[in-house]
């Protein structure tokens, strides 16, 4: 009903009112707005047309390149939007999209993200934010303490002490292992005698005051992407992101990153970090931590780990021990609105120390007064929305036992359906899961039994024609809109290294049940045998039977 | 009602609800949302306190540091969120609180706001975001178009082309202005015979390579602190921003910029870019950006134009020509959470040339592959929510004729204001509004007629003062929780450049009346007459007198 029409003077009136006047409840987007309260599963489920629509088809909708002149009505463009956008959004909250990290998420988020939004708090400094701003620092110091459990005392003094942060609120992981490496960046490269640090004078001559030819950054191939354009913003360049070989299971080979380091140093290369990783994107295994922080140690280096993934495994009785080391990082990533359930985009960085931050602390006259409790003194961005208070609503209302009770099942779940895959005979799983995820592919028996034979040149061509199969069936499944699973591309150990298309799974929506599970393996085993696929399948099976002709 | 209660198996059951059940139609949180839905300036005003607490005395409220063990029911942490956080947080969206960037939302932002939220989109690829990524890049390519004016064939043949974008969302200001720069530093140090670009091989070699001592980025001295703090990230060192002085309206001198630049030039600095400020911060000036887009041609620099404020002045034609010569930058930042009225928080940065953010471009195996459609291949950020739908929603419901209107009221009211102000016999109008922001002070008449003919030393004395009392009134208007205006420091001309505490008021909000901003300096005036400020009071009087009695 609200809208702005315009006629002289009368517009005025009308822009008045969409600031002003809620809209009646009777309009379309009231009555959405009490459907999504009512039975949001039931809004989604039939708003989100199922069946994909080829994106290019989708894009004539939004091919409009001038902001229209003429205002139209609200009813109009949430019509636009349900027909054009919503129809053709994702269902990231259905229990058979596995393939993301995007989960369903609990009813009460979204009436409490509906009064963070009315609130529009900015973080950047207490004048407009308030009470936000302690609510924000408790909350980094509940992570800190989950991650480095330090005692009362050390919580009391540092956690509204406005001269030190606990950490830092980011829009997500990428921002959050940014800041992390920002931090270690300019700490490693201080001030001294008449060099007034990185922050101040830059890379260049801080590179030439200390003698060094180069800085690196170092973490196992299965590091986030995240990382190497951190790398590239720092100015350290993609090439000072240093990999090093994982063992078969995706973890950080020691031996190897400790002659790396070596390696470095002799090449005169300051190594500023280690990144270990709590639950790698792929596979979702977890380095040795203990023993990257010993090596940290030994060279000087930062420590960091990603847990932007697995960090709330830490809530798990049962599986928290897979994060042993993690309390000797110096920085941890924990993402908001993967695990710990909070809607998009919200991830954090604690550190150990509550001085660490103070390596990239900024002032200005206008907010963020030196002395201030403001938490934009610390932080990459500046306005930041009040995110915090979705944290702290999950933190208290799930509280440890609910959150542990999410890692458990998904733990769970993950091995459930490993099992599933290794009963099956035509599914071969690639990577056995450590937390909740896992990789596979559809393999038909005979394919396997030639693979496990095959000299380098077999396995090539079959992995060859079976990453074909993997990416017809996990594309085709997308699209018809029942089942979502990922895919991605790793080198597994037995297979000569060769790059193999996988799927791969992430099973954190605590709706998914194992007849789910199942059903996803059904599908994918008719959507091996379609016609758009069967020349492919035709030369597997011609390749496996050559090679039991020649066994 | 909703909540886990531990019991053995019954936990299961109740983490189950929350992910299942709806909040029921009579709990806390259902009725608060129907409030906000019915009523949101209502619930503003109800539930948030006016008279300000100590913020020490609000921490007491969030000071346990442990993720609690059990959880507790939604209803009992929604009135815990009433009373301790909402009450005690700021009232944004008041039309007194004229103090900040953030104002009153459309009503209809915060339904929409559901939805998206209810969506929970992951922007970074399109396997989760579909009909939301042409959505976001139809967004820029309208903002593009504002701002650079391009005909249709370039936006039929770029808006939607996989392999460029017209610029990145982000988060915020901040992290627009951060894109915009690490683009232009990466673009002035490109792959060239054996060097494989600065993107590769970091900042100290391609130093080396191009044979630089050093790296830098010009803006007026009234450029916003991001920027700063982007050149220290970037790895150039916050000595790497370079200030240049402001004339009289707190524009660039063009003389001073050419000048700094031939002496970066001599010095062996290359130029990264230059930054025009299109609506300061402080005081809501705008660069000569013509002028300022041929210097940046001279020296081959990257014109960046941070119009984080005042870009949505291009909606205005009776305004727009203050931002003429914004069309010849290669990039732009927007923040939409300001003057498009959209929630905390989103911005971003358009470029020019669809080419130039590929000086960024990066990829992963499991996301944004190569080829792809998907926008995280170009953003600093990987997650990202569905932003982008609501200013889409505000530029067609309100469309350029709302944004115009909301334009020239702002500048209309802040006129008014600075009228006003200088009328009133004890106030002095420290700098006169170009776009909707103005400063002024408190300053009886006869302390106002000394000033104008004192020496330096008595204006340092008069001027100390009066920084005392600006302090003191600010702060005590901000606790009485009536009205809020900010408060900065500025150098003034006239006062031999001595830095001046002044208010800053920012009139973006429409409900701002001329009666509002009356009362506002009543009660400044009244606080200028209390015993907390009598003492100062006191000295400025002898001040005026003393120089009085000399004159």
């Known amino acids: 009903m609200t809208g702005i029409k315009k006629s002289a003077q009368a517009s005025v009136e009308a822009m008045y009112r969409v600031f002003t006047i809620p809209e009646a409840p009777d309009s379309t987007l009231s009555r959405i707005d009490q459907d999504i309260s009512r039975n949001l599963a039931g809004f989604l489920q039939d708003h989100i047309v199922a069946v994909e629509r080829d994106l290019a088809d989708v894009e004539k909708n939004f091919s409009e390149y001038s902001v229209p002149e003429k205002p139209i009505f609200v009813s109009e463009q949430t019509q636009f939007l349900l027909d054009k956008l919503v129809a053709n959004s994702v269902h990231t909250a259905s229990p058979a999209f596995i393939g993301h990290m995007t989960s369903a998420l609990p009813y009460f988020m979204l009436p409490l993200s509906k009064i963070m939004i009315a609130l529009n708090q900015n973080l950047v400094k207490t004048e407009t934010s308030k009470a936000f701003t302690p609510l924000e620092r408790q909350v980094l110091g509940m992570i800190h303490r989950l991650v480095f459990e330090q005692d009362g005392s050390f919580y009391r003094k540092w956690m509204h002490n406005p001269r030190y942060a606990l950490g830092a609120m980011c829009s997500g992981g990428t921002v959050a292992n940014l800041t992390a490496l920002w931090v270690a960046r300019n700490h490693a490269f201080p001030a001294e005698g008449n060099f007034r640090g990185l922050q101040q004078e830059g890379l260049f001559r801080a590179l030439k005051y200390y003698g060094y030819e180069g800085a690196a950054i170092v973490v196992s191939r299965r590091g986030h992407y995240s990382l190497s354009k951190a790398a590239d913003i720092l100015g350290l360049g993609r090439d000072a992101l240093v990999t090093v070989a994982t063992d078969s299971n995706n973890r950080i080979q020691i031996d190897a990153l400790r002659e790396k380091c070596l390696q470095l140093q002799k090449q005169k290369i300051k190594v500023i970090a280690l990144c270990g990783v709590a639950g790698t994107t792929e596979t979702g295994n977890v380095d040795p931590l203990e023993a990257m922080a010993d090596i940290a140690r030994e060279f000087g280096a930062h420590f960091h780990v990603d847990a ?29 609105h993967k695990q710990l359930y ?101 393999c038909p028996a005979q394919v396997r039994q030639a693979l496990e034979s095959a000299d380098e040149m077999l396995a090539e061509k ?90």
Chains 1, 2 share one sequence.
């Open 308 to 336: 932007a993934w697995g960090g709330p495994t830490l809530f798990s009785r049962r599986y928290r021990s897979l994060l042993k080391g993690i309390e000797k990082a110096d920085s941890v990533t924990f993402d908001a």
């Open 462 to 551: 079959i992995n060859t024609s079976l990453n074909r199969v993997t990416k017809f069936i996990q594309k085709t499944q997308r699209e018809r809109g029942k089942a979502f699973v990922s895919r991605t591309r790793l080198e597994p150990d037995n297979y000569y290294n060769f790059p193999c298309i996988v799927f791969r799974v992430v099973l954190a929506n605590p709706l998914t049940t194992a007849d789910i599970l199942s059903d996803i393996l059904a599908e994918q085993r008719l959507l091996a045998g379609e016609n758009g696929i069967a020349d492919e399948m035709a030369i597997l099976n011609n390749l496996a039977a050559g090679a039991r002709a020649r066994a």
């Open 342 to 442: 909070v809607p998009m985009g919200v991830g954090l960085v604690v550190f150990r120390d509550p001085s660490l931050a103070s390596a990239v602390e900024h002032h200005a006259q206008y907010v963020i007064r030196k002395g201030s409790r403001d938490l934009g003194s610390t932080t990459l961005e500046g306005s930041r929305p009040g995110m915090a208070m979705l944290i702290h609503s999950g933190l208290k209302i799930l509280a440890r036992e609910g959150y542990e009770l999410l890692i458990d099942t998904g733990i769970g779940k993950a091995r459930t359906f490993a099992a599933m895959i290794d009963e099956a005979e035509d599914f071969e799983l690639i990577t056995r899961p450590e937390l909740n995820i896992l990789t596979y592919r559809y």
